[in-house]
């Protein structure tokens, strides 16, 4: 469903809507202007999502999906950062769609990526109740069918490059759940140089061995992933990127020294090591935020000098909301909370051959709907004993169809969340149950339960009956 350009169309745009403005978004006369940083390019008024018309037909696509590691809603210029400058990102946000109310399929980055993976709500698996992963007792079965699963069984080349973090060898793997080639690094977060990880062991594999290399990591999967996009592919493919940048620990390209003490500390020991609490600022996290601009910059740079660019469908997103340095505003909680901030989302998408660039869309969607949408323009159909949660967004991407109002789940520890329209259910850590009109309210501010109980009730008795379906804690 189009519609017009909603309030939350431009949510964050009050503290730096000039940043916007620079990557093609239209500025609200209130906004304050950006912090110089050089010559802008001219303007050009983003414009309310239109499936291209005449409908236009290609081949099927390869699909390059890029995820950030807890990388904030407004942690992107195109987004609102006053502060941070990613021309690469707004490129690319140029040249697709722009989502303004995306979101993750969880608050962490486990169980996002098995909504991802698998297509369905983290709680229909046993490894997706781990918010996140952190031992050997769970992960990714590889009986389940997954995204890379499905398109390899309809043709696909398949490839997992960065961050697994969905369980461990022996029993856990990409290369058991469908993808033909794994390089990177199964756990939640490793040091940038040495590849520690939290438990002091060495996290760089290329398949289910270890790969001894000890420069910085972004710079080492960048490297891989432009190798992979320039290959002369004899199928389509699929190549998942998933950066660790910018979670912690705060170590930048360069930071050898910082490195080394948190190496010591770690080999001393200190399991709080690469938590980083110590560490890091807000100038650090925007180095290594536009750090991360360069090297997706690199990798779309490797795919057009292929001559892929116009059939590959390039996506790009958080896997949960930002960390104590991001920028979120003008949402309220952050990674592991089911507030705006914890679930909402940076998220683009560009397919030169199919979808018209400079534009924006308000549809709320979510991981599960991506992995749905995947799968259908691929020509790949889901297992039947394993219905997925979310809803294919490839009629209205593509031909203009409506998408129905449907309802977007989460369910935390201590927390749950459902999203219909405008309204959100919510209950925190507090045990009170919260409804908001997030057009009017998205920094989730006005408490409407008060006056809205049949709609509260009716909110709360959905989110019940979801839940009643799957695995408990």
């Known amino acids: 469903m189009s519609s017009p350009l909603s309030r939350r169309a431009?949510?964050?745009?009050?503290?730096?809507?000039?940043?916007?403005?620079?990557?093609?978004?239209?500025?609200?006369?209130?906004a304050a202007p950006a912090p110089a940083a050089g010559p802008a390019a001219a303007p050009t008024a983003e414009r309310p999502f239109r499936a291209a018309h005449p409908r236009r037909h290609s081949r099927r696509p390869n699909i390059l999906f890029i995820l950030g590691d807890d990388l904030g809603w407004a942690d992107l210029s195109s987004y609102?950062?006053?502060?941070?400058?990613?021309?690469?990102?707004?490129?690319?946000?140029?040249d697709g769609v722009r989502f303004t109310d995306a979101y993750s399929g969880s608050a962490t980055c486990s169980p996002t990526r098995f909504s991802l993976y698998?297509?369905?709500?983290?709680?229909?698996?046993?490894?997706?109740?781990?918010?996140?992963?952190?031992?050997?007792?769970?992960?990714?079965?590889?009986?389940?069918?997954?995204?890379?699963?499905l398109l390899r069984d309809s043709g696909y080349a398949t490839a997992l490059?960065?961050?697994?973090?969905?369980?461990y060898l022996p029993d856990y793997s990409p290369t058991k759940s469908g993808w033909d080639e794994f390089f990177g690094n199964f756990g939640g977060a490793l040091e940038y140089y040495s590849k520690l990880g939290l438990g002091g062991e060495y996290d760089l594999y290329e398949g289910d061995a270890e790969y001894k290399d000890l420069r910085y990591y972004t710079r080492i999967l960048t490297e891989r992933a432009s190798e992979y996009v320039s290959r002369d592919h004899e199928k389509p493919w699929l190549l998942n990127l998933n950066f660790t940048t910018p979670h912690w620990p705060w170590i930048a390209d360069g930071d050898e020294e910082a490195s080394a003490e948190i190496v010591r500390r770690i080999k001393a020991g200190d399991r709080s090591a690469l938590w980083h609490q110590d560490g890091g600022s807000v100038e650090k996290y925007k180095e290594m935020v536009e750090d991360l601009d360069r090297s997706v910059g690199q990798v779309l740079k490797a795919l057009k000098r292929s001559g892929q660019e116009q059939d590959t469908l390039v996506f790009f997103a958080s896997d949960n909301g930002g960390e104590r340095f991001s920028y979120n505003w003008p949402l309220a909680g952050n990674k592991g909370s089911l507030q705006e901030g914890g679930i909402r989302v940076p998220s683009v998408l560009r397919w030169p051959a199919r979808i018209d660039g400079g534009q924006v869309s308000d549809l709320p969607v979510f991981t599960p709907d991506w992995?749905?949408?995947?799968?259908?323009?691929?020509?790949?159909?889901?297992?039947?004993?394993?219905?997925?949660?979310?809803?294919?967004l490839a009629g209205h991407l593509l031909r203009g169809e409506d998408v129905p109002e449907r309802d977007l789940f989460w369910r935390v520890r201590g927390e749950r969340a459902l999203r219909r329209g405008d309204w959100k259910y919510y209950r925190g850590k507090n045990g009170r149950d919260q409804l908001f009109h997030l057009s009017e309210d998205t920094r989730e501010q006005a408490d409407r339960a008060p006056f809205e109980q049949a709609r509260l009730a009716e909110l709360r008795a959905a989110w019940e009956r979801i839940d009643a379906g799957l695995l408990r804690y």
């Open 10 to 30: 431009f949510g964050g745009a009050a503290a730096g809507a000039a940043a916007v403005a620079a990557v093609g978004a239209a500025t609200p006369a209130h």
């Open 80 to 94: 609102g950062a006053p502060h941070i400058r990613t021309p690469h990102l707004d490129r690319l946000a140029r």
């Open 118 to 149: 698998t297509g369905r709500y983290p709680g229909r698996t046993k490894g997706g109740l781990a918010e996140p992963i952190a031992d050997k007792s769970a992960g990714l079965e590889p009986t389940h069918p997954t995204l890379a699963s």
């Open 161 to 167: 490059i960065g961050k697994w973090h969905c369980g």
């Open 371 to 392: 992995t749905a949408t995947l799968l259908d323009v691929a020509g790949a159909r889901p297992h039947p004993a394993y219905p997925l949660d979310g809803t294919s």
